[in-house]
Nanobody, 131 residues
């Protein structure tokens, strides 16, 4: 039974940092796509970053390149999203996700990686960036 538990959201000033964590059970990172999405009210869920397996290729949406970093700790069955130089536009509910097919990454809207085809989801964690 696959389960994901997200944590680490909070309120931070613009320019600050947060690290989101997603603790997983029931599967191994090596043969899954894992990633982070975010959503604001009234908008489609947006793919932020993903990995093809624990050591595979990475993807970042353009707006977070150079500021966010996805990583994995296999020993802890946890993956992370380090978010630096946060901006008010990063305010959203962030969700961690996983899928059996590694080609879900990159998670581009309208493709095989779109949010609505990912199988497993954690609960959301709110990130609020004040200006």
């Amino acid at each position: 039974d696959v389960q994901l538990q997200a944590s680490g959201g909070g309120l931070v000033q613009a320019g600050g940092s947060l690290r989101l964590s997603c603790t997983a059970s029931g599967f191994t990172f090596a043969d899954h796509a894992i990633g982070w999405f975010r959503q604001v009210p009234g908008k489609e869920r947006e793919g932020v970053s993903c990995l093809r397996g624990s050591a595979g290729s990475q993807y970042y949406t353009d707006s977070v390149k150079g500021r966010f970093a996805i990583s994995v700790d296999n020993a802890k069955n946890t993956f992370y999203l380090q978010m630096d130089n946060l901006k008010p536009d990063d305010t959203a509910v962030y969700y961690c996700a996983a899928d059996f097919f590694t080609n879900r990454c990159p998670m581009i809207s309208g493709t095989r990686g779109a949010h609505y085809v990912w199988d497993y989801w954690g609960q959301g964690t709110q990130v609020t960036v004040s200006s």
